[in-house]
């Protein structure tokens, strides 16, 4: 069992700046593939950024640009620095796994996102 913990979600205005982590129970190296999601009040859950074990990265159209997807293997955490946020990217986001042993995806508590106007 994989233990995701999610950290640096809060409330800042339009324009500014957060930057989430999300610390893994295990080796980062154990792990194919690493993710943000979010899900918004009525919407469904969607992909923000992911980043592979090689390094390659994926975002969102919506916040290309704007947020950076990283790791530290030294510290077995995922982390999504947002910046230039708007009222639009309000949300609980979501930190996901999935381990390259078995494909198996695990997921964290979510943390909440709120984005002032």
């Known amino acids: 069992q994989v233990q995701l913990a999610e950290s640096g979600g809060g409330l800042v205005q339009a324009g500014g700046s957060l930057r989430l982590s999300c610390a893994a129970s295990i080796s980062i190296f154990s792990m194919n593939n690493m993710g943000w999601y979010r899900q918004a009040p009525g919407k469904q859950r969607e992909l923000v950024a992911a980043?592979?074990?090689?390094?390659?990265?994926i975002y969102a159209d919506s916040v290309k640009g704007r947020f950076t997807i990283s790791k530290d293997s030294a510290k077995n955490t995922v982390y999504l620095e947002m910046n230039s946020l708007k009222p639009e990217d309000t949300a609980v986001y979501y930190c996901?796994?999935?381990?390259?042993?078995?494909?198996?995806?695990?997921w964290g508590q979510g943390t909440q996102v709120t984005v002032s106007s």
């Open positions: 980043i592979t074990s090689g390094g390659s990265t």
């Open positions: 996901k796994v999935i381990t390259s042993a078995s494909g198996a995806e695990y």
